[in-house]
């Protein structure tokens, strides 16, 4: 199961909402930053779950809007898949390892400056998740929440600490 099915799943653990809400709930704890959630295959994701019997459909009102509200069956597929995602280990699929694989086909020049420029664009992001932590509190997130932006913070810090390394070893001759 997709971490994105997860995190749907997840969200309607208290109560059934319509698709916008399931979306700004995601938006709220900053899931566009740290999972990958493709907002525009959220209502697509409920449907399906919904025809899979892990969500129940149910119409509100005057505007037709529906409303998704998890299953028995739903909430045992989260709960196990939820234990899953804690207990394996499996690769983080980043397109910048693809960069680096084939570091050695730019001039010496375009990599440095490509490394350059990622090291900036690493510093900035930094700045802006550790000036996120604690603001969507004020919104209605968990505190916890925050714990997926210091997870972000360090592995941001990781890759700019390798990035200084690798531009040295550019600089001095030893890479590529």
Known sequence: MSSTRVLL??????????????????????????????????????GKMADEGLLERMEEGKGGKTLYAITEVGRAEFGRHLLSHWWEIKPIVDPFQVAITFMDRLSAAELASAMEARAAQLQFAIGMTERAIGGKQAYGAPRHIDECLRLNILQLKAQLTWVGEAAEKVKNGDLP
Do not use: C, F, K
């Not at 059934?16 to 994701?45: D, F, K």
């Open 9 to 46: 799943l997840g969200v309607l653990l208290d109560g059934p909402l319509h698709g916008y809400e399931v979306r700004r709930r995601l938006e709220l704890m900053g899931t566009q930053h740290w999972a990958n959630v493709a907002y525009g295959s959220i209502y697509h994701g409920l």
